[in-house]
């Protein structure tokens, strides 16, 4: 990583989106990121992303689709020495449409690496390129924990996607071309805002919902076991891979993140710890076997000694989740 | 995998090289692949491939090159029934030169599977598509005996180049566009002809020199663990899966080949058995480190149970090997 003056230009691809925009609100907060002062932070989404309050003069916010034609070339143009590439196509829409997800997970990824290789072979350029991955880089048979070297077997479109950016990722990053680091982020509970159709929905809804006094669906069995962590920690760990060393990564350059084992029953159990029992009366347990089986395929936990010895951290009980919700997202009461 | 009349077109994409010109002579002699009648046999390579001899009412030769515009529809217009795809740039030029490996290895495989899509989508086509892929896939750390399950983490542009194909192959035969079954071959041993460049050229020089009164350098130590088969059983690998129930293969299409589980030790034991000590006094100790040190990174010794459940068979000893060599290939003394 290099920067005039010890100060350093952030892009972030994916911006508009709820991690992209809580991470641009963090570092514009911070004014710092991999020890070094921020001087220009680029957003660029889809759609306007919002710059966040306060950081009009380092923020600059731009609506552009990295799968367009030249759009690459153009934002590595600016020699950003730290690129968060978060933008893509969501699972369930990359499976309804495999040309959009394949342009947009995987081509529109290659020519950003690829607009990033030209720089590199004209003049030494090499940012940290932050990518976030996904546990659906894992497909059944799956064991019950699973290890850092467990093979990538994806059983989606989105998946496959996922596991072909990482390993372009890591023969980037060996060729020097880039100084890459892959994250695996777990579910994210509680997501803020309205309850939305996807199949993870109701791991955020059955906290959040009753949380505000509303009822909510659970629709497996209160067995069903995940890996969850906040925002907040989703945020923390961008941040964190945007300044760790890289030597001390290995050429295996995509980690799973950490997160919190926990059953839904566990979850269940905190609410009621927060929110008392009338919190957790507001469950409505519906079962879709539907839904229950896409989350059987699911991978449930994970040994992320990788993550941990470079010391991404995350939440290790759903209480902490519900607070991290409470002190970060929860609307006023 | 449907024909007129049960008789089969066959392409073969990669027909000038050593196994591909072998699949074909084989495919043209037994007449019959799958079970079924071959009605045509379309030999393609970047350089014009020979026809087998006798087969030439039956086999068409072209030169042509698949990373080029076109030519993938082109080869998929005629609607070939089994499409063998073994063309690709080797691992050592993948790696001296980025571009050509991801343009060959890469973009043209994809080409040729997006050609296959949009003829599924226009009319129900779905070839059985054989393709070879690589032990590549796999790289250090590694167990002494590795599964079929084991992380694909390459250490080369080339093997990372066969493992995204191997991911797309997945996806593409998951959906229903393709009919896909991808092998990854031991090291082939005895290579016919003369002693070439690779660093694994010693593998099969230090048989096939001695066995022609030659001498023949050993750059490594006697120790020295691999996987070998015979070019013989190459080609009964891709005959083999042309014909597979593609039901039986499950989700994970690529398989790792069984092969001789054997040392440099071993090598020298068989030839000596084979070809009396004289042959064994014809090799030369001059060690490499530089070789050493390549061969030191790859994959030793495989548990293909995946491919023995499916009904693969190689030799299971180096005597086979020399055997297999001295009836197909070995010159006239």
Not at 15 to 23: D, F
Not at 43 to 70: F, M, N
Not at 180 to 185: D, N, P
Request: charged share 25%; aromatic share 6%.
């Amino acid at each position: 990583m290099s920067s005039r003056e010890g100060r350093l230009k952030v892009l972030i691809i994916g911006a508009g989106g709820m991690i992209g925009s809580k991470l641009a609100r963090r570092i514009a907060s911070d004014g710092v990121l991999a020890g070094q002062a921020v001087s220009r932070l680029d957003l660029v989404d889809i759609g306007l992303p919002s710059v966040p309050p306060g950081a009009e003069g380092l923020a600059r916010a731009l609506a552009l689709d990295l799968s367009d034609e030249g759009v690459a070339e153009r934002l590595v143009g600016d020699r950003p020495d730290v690129i968060f590439h978060l933008a893509a196509v969501v699972s369930g829409a990359a499976e309804a449409d495999f040309e959009l997800g394949y342009r947009v997970n995987l081509d529109a990824t290659r020519a950003l690496f690829e607009a990033i290789r030209r720089a590199h072979m004209a003049e030494g350029y090499c940012p940290r390129l932050v990518f976030t991955s996904s546990l659906a880089v894992y497909g059944a048979p799956l064991p019950e924990l699973i290890p850092d070297d467990h093979i990538r077997a994806p059983h989606t479109s989105y998946g496959v996607q996922k596991a072909i950016t990482e390993l372009l990722l890591d023969d980037y990053t060996r060729r020097g071309f880039l100084d890459g680091i892959g994250l695996r982020l777990p579910t994210i509970v509680i997501r803020p805002g309205r309850p939305n159709a996807a199949a993870s929905g109701f791991f955020s809804g059955i906290l959040r919902e009753p949380l505000a006094g509303q009822r909510s669906v659970l629709p497996v069995d209160e067995t069903t076991r995940h890996w969850l962590a906040s925002p907040r920690s989703a945020v923390g760990f961008l941040v964190h891979a945007a300044g760790l060393d890289g030597k001390r990564v290995g050429p295996r350059r995509t980690l799973t993140m950490p997160g919190v084992d926990c059953t839904v029953a566990d979850q269940i159990a905190a609410l009621g710890r927060r929110a008392g029992p009338e919190a957790v009366a507001l469950i409505d347990r519906v079962p879709d076997p539907k839904i229950a089986t896409i989350i059987g395929g699911w991978p449930r936990a994970f040994a992320p000694e990788a993550a941990r010895c470079l010391g991404f951290t995350a939440e290790t009980t759903v209480d902490e989740l519900i607070d991290a919700y409470l002190e970060d997202d929860a609307p006023p009461a």
